[in-house]
């Protein structure tokens, strides 16, 4: 059974510095692995999506990495802003009799303050 | 408006009632999901959908029924309400399971049983 871990749990920074999220999973079989974002209250926001066959994806300032090998992602922030507070989700979406299911990992709570 | 609408957004009800959470999208997805969200256990697939009239069982199943007799329209019903069932439902789709596939949420739906 997939499992997806992500580490820190939490995490709080000073506005501009860069960050990095992790994201672990079980078995490699993937097709690809999303990271999202969480509002309190509000639904998962698509931030990157990663296909197996990549090893990185960039938008504005994110950029996420995937080693399917080790099973693992990192999703780096550049210039944190308070506006980047949120939760920050991983899910997996794996293959076989899994195939689109996704795996989502606990999720990291962000907070970056001024 | 384009997307995917969750309605209602709130509903409190009490144990023993029947609840139908709409998921509606304009995107002609294939694939919709119905996940619940709960502190401690994070994102679990409740039921997906692969077409009209294709429907398979997630990881918690159990107590909830789906149908899908339109592409758009993912409906799921909580036959007769538990309080284990207080939770935030999210209704998702894509248009692939596949490595390009990106999933997309909706805004969720906050349910108390009482």
Not at chain 1, 42 to 50: A, C, N, P, V
């Amino acid at each position: 059974k997939q499992e997806v871990t992500q580490i820190p749990a939490a995490l709080s920074v000073p506005e501009g510095e860069n960050l990095v999220l992790n994201c672990s999973f079980t078995d490699s079989a993937i097709y690809n692995l999303q990271w999202f974002r969480q509002d309190p209250g509000k639904g998962l926001t698509s931030l990157l999506l990663i296909q197996s066959s990549q090893r990185e994806q960039t938008s504005g300032r994110l950029n996420a990495s995937l080693d399917k090998s080790s099973g693992r992602s990192t999703l780096y922030i550049a210039a944190s802003q308070p506006g980047d507070s949120a939760t920050y989700l991983c899910a997996v979406n794996a293959g076989g009799t899994s195939y689109g299911k996704l795996t989502f990992g606990q999720g990291t709570i962000l907070t970056v303050h001024p | 408006d384009a997307g995917i609408t969750q309605s209602p957004r709130y509903k409190i009800t009490e144990t023993g009632r029947q609840v139908t959470l709409m998921c509606h999208q304009t995107w002609s997805h294939s694939y919709m999901f119905w996940y619940r969200q709960d502190l401690g256990h994070g994102l679990r697939l409740i039921y997906y959908s692969a077409a009209a009239d294709i429907t398979d069982k997630g990881e918690v199943p159990d107590g909830y029924v789906v149908s899908r007799s339109k592409t758009e329209n993912f409906p799921l019903t909580l036959e007769s309400a538990t309080r284990s069932q207080t939770s935030v439902y999210f209704c998702a789709s894509t248009i692939t399971v596949y490595a390009t596939g990106e999933l997309f949420f909706g805004e969720g739906s906050r349910l108390t049983v009482l």
